[in-house]
């Protein structure tokens, strides 16, 4: 089955203690993305990857690191979590450029609440 | 003032309506993408385009690149229509594709 596979689902920690979100996709996909949700604010990018070892800066990079070593993996790191960072994270993947049937496919979410 | 903008916020319809929801961007874009987010938090891709009119099923969504504006059509609305839909547009910078988001527009139809 394709999907895009997000641990933990849900996470409480606290403020400074380092925590990795991990993001798995088997769809051979290039594409691979990190987005958070807040109330008011919708839905707002993180980084991104086009290929391997290719990531880029979203809206809202600030705070967060990623690595993509493998196409399949795309992790999000918070290396010193704050309050501010409480939030409903997605990972998503998807292709881009392939033809017309381009699209993004949604993890289900987690769920991070820093005290 | 967000680079993506929709409307209207919040729709409420009878059952059979047509809906219409409305994107409009005021940058250069390569691709711009319909979601729609489920009452439980989940998110799945509607649509993709770059340019003209894509229809899936009861949905529709058309673009017009010169006006810088979208649209996404649902015909025959059904109570599973309610939901958010969001339209986000894909930014290139330097062969990256950054992916903006508008802040969603919240569907409800009534039986």
């Known amino acids: 089955e394709a999907q895009v596979t997000q641990n933990p689902r849900y996470l409480i920690t606290v403020t400074g203690k380092k925590l990795t979100v991990t993001c798995s996709q088997n769809?051979?996909?290039?594409?691979m993305s990190w987005y958070r949700q807040d109330p008011g604010l919708g839905l707002r990018q993180i980084y991104y990857?086009?290929?391997?070892?290719?990531?880029d800066k979203g809206d809202v990079p600030e705070g967060y690191k990623v690595s993509r070593k493998e196409k399949r993996n795309f992790p999000l790191i918070l290396e010193s979590p704050s309050p501010n960072q409480t939030s409903l994270y997605f990972c998503?993947?998807?292709?881009?450029?392939?033809?017309?049937?381009?699209?993004?496919?949604f993890g289900p979410g987690t769920r991070l609440t820093v005290l | 003032k967000n680079e993506v903008e929709q409307s209207p916020q919040n729709l409420t319809a009878q059952e059979g309506e047509f809906i219409t929801i409305n994107c409009s961007y005021s940058?250069?874009?390569?691709?711009l993408h319909w979601l729609q987010q489920h009452p439980g938090g989940g998110i799945v891709s509607l649509f993709m385009?770059?340019?003209g009119k894509k229809k899936h099923g009861r949905l529709i969504a058309t673009i017009n690149i010169q006006e810088k504006h979208s649209s996404l059509h649902i015909t025959a609305s059904h109570p599973r229509d309610s939901a958010v839909y969001i339209c986000?547009?894909?930014?290139?910078?330097?062969?990256?594709?950054?992916?903006?988001f508008g802040t969603g527009t919240r569907l409800t139809i009534i039986p």
């Open positions: 998503a993947s998807g292709t881009w450029g392939k033809d017309d049937t381009d699209t993004q496919y």
């Open positions: 986000a547009v894909y930014i290139s910078n330097f062969g990256n594709e950054k992916l903006t």
């Open positions: 769809m051979n996909h290039e594409y």
């Open positions: 385009l770059s340019s």
């Open positions: 940058v250069g874009i390569s691709a």
């Open positions: 990857s086009m290929n391997v070892e290719v990531t």
